[in-house]
């Protein structure tokens, strides 16, 4: 770890998360938050990279979501359904990092005001338990099942013609299909990587080289997660772009598209769905 930059506290990013959501407009996804929140911090690569036990998330990420728990059963933010969190009328209101921890006393990792700033939280944040338990079924998936899966995602996305083309030598692509906005059709390439590691630079730059001329843009799946350096490279200027869906995205799309998840008084996972693929 970078000398002078240690992983902060859950308490101490809850000013940050505040203040990235007030210079935002109001309003960001996790994924915004995530990245505004390391910039604004000036953490390191070594840092934000840090993962949290086998994954997917990231221990910076984890405590971030940590952080949006605690903030939100204080009342200064709140969240949609759809991910994006939102700075409340309560939140507008408090003008320092001091103002904020009194406010979220009592309402931190603990039963009262002396362990509201410190301990480590028992439980999941934000209804992440079945976040773990799916991803412990799709890491459990034969490879020609996952990329079927990956496959059945993309139609229920919208896209048509998809086929998985996986094989070796092929430079990491698995498959290809067509997604269509309006009038205008984007050829699209995909990976599908099942593990629990964090997908790095490389793995981006090698998927874009065997992509290049054949699509319009790539996507790459994975059950893992990707570096900080790898969201950079896929999002870098004058080369072809690559969209990102790591395991928590994929766990939150297949909630959406109820495919092998359904939803009542709790999220329930259905491994017979993954075993029949």
């Known amino acids: 770890m970078t000398p002078g930059k240690t992983m ?4 101490d990013l809850w000013w940050p998360t505040l203040e990235v959501l007030r210079n935002r407009g109001g309003s960001a996804s996790i994924r915004e938050l995530s990245e505004h929140v390391a910039r604004h911090l000036e953490l390191p690569d070594d840092v934000v990279d840090m993962p949290h036990g086998d994954g997917p998330q990231t221990e910076l990420d984890y405590r971030l979501a940590w952080a949006r728990t605690y903030l939100k059963k204080a009342g200064a933010v709140d ?4 991910g994006v969190w939102t700075i409340t009328p309560a939140g507008r209101e408090v ?4 103002e904020l921890r009194n406010l979220m006393r009592g309402h931190g990792p603990g039963a009262g005001p002396e362990t509201a700033l410190g301990p480590t939280p028992s439980e999941p944040p934000d209804d992440s338990e079945w976040q773990d338990e799916l991803l412990a079924v799709l890491r459990k998936m034969d490879p020609d099942a996952f990329e079927r899966l990956c496959q059945l995602v993309l139609r229920e996305s919208g896209f048509s013609k998809v086929k998985v083309t996986g094989r070796s030598g092929d430079g990491g692509i698995d498959g290809a299909g067509v997604l269509r906005v309006n009038l205008i059709s984007f050829h699209v390439r995909f990976q599908c990587k099942r593990y629990a590691g964090s997908v790095q630079v490389r793995e981006i730059r090698d998927f874009r080289g065997a992509m290049v001329g054949l699509a319009d843009k790539g996507l790459f799946m994975t059950t ?3 570096t900080s350096g790898a969201e950079r490279e896929a999002e870098r200027d004058g080369a072809p772009a690559i969209d990102l869906i790591n395991g928590v995205a994929l766990c939150d799309l297949l909630k959406e598209l109820k495919l092998g998840v359904s939803t009542r008084m709790v999220t329930e996972i259905r491994p017979e769905f993954f075993e029949e693929l």
Do not use: L, Q
């Open 224 to 226: 893992g997660s990707f």
């Open 79 to 82: 969240n949609t359904a759809r």
């Open 95 to 98: 003008d320092s990092e001091e």
């Open 8 to 11: 902060p506290s859950y308490a």
